[in-house]
């Protein structure tokens, strides 16, 4: 009861603490909205100004972009058949690992049932 008592107390702080953070940031980001959003309101007839050359900059950006984009999906295709063995090998090691850990608590059953055949077996009549 106790241990559940504790447990329900480190819960209740836990979630406490995040409520001071969470109210901490909130603070924080609302006087970083009060600075920022008449910067922004003022700054945005300047955007929309300079708006078809950001376009056109995007614009002629594109193909390189693409070319990047296809040299990363090559890359990745190289790539795939390397880490789909990894995986596969980290996988095998996990499943082999399991089996033994399975395993391992059932050793004194078997040596103990061992002994008790060993113990008790039928031996064949001598004629």
């Known amino acids: 009861m106790t241990a559940l008592f504790v447990l329900a107390l480190?819960?209740?702080?836990?979630?406490?603490?995040?409520?001071?953070?969470?109210?901490?940031?909130?603070?924080?980001?609302?006087?970083?909205?009060m600075v920022f959003l008449p910067i922004r309101l003022v700054m945005f007839p300047v955007r929309m100004l300079?708006?078809?050359?950001?376009?056109?900059?995007?614009?002629?950006?594109?193909?390189?972009s693409l070319a990047f984009g296809t040299v990363g999906m090559g890359l990745g295709?190289?790539?795939?058949?390397f880490l789909f063995l990894v995986v596969c090998g980290v996988l095998?090691?996990?499943?082999?690992?399991?089996?033994?850990?399975?395993?391992?608590?059932?050793?004194?059953?078997?040596?103990?049932?061992?002994?008790?055949w060993g113990i008790f077996r039928q031996r064949p009549a001598t004629a």
Do not use: E, H, N
């Open 92 to 116: 095998v090691f996990g499943l082999i690992a399991a089996i033994i850990g399975a395993l391992i608590p059932a050793i004194p059953f078997v040596l103990l049932g061992l002994l008790l």
């Open 77 to 81: 295709v190289v790539a795939l058949p």
């Open 10 to 33: 480190l819960a209740v702080v836990g979630l406490s603490l995040g409520a001071i953070f969470s109210l901490v940031f909130f603070v924080l980001r609302m006087a970083l909205w």
């Open 50 to 64: 300079f708006f078809p050359l950001r376009l056109a900059l995007k614009l002629v950006w594109l193909p390189v």
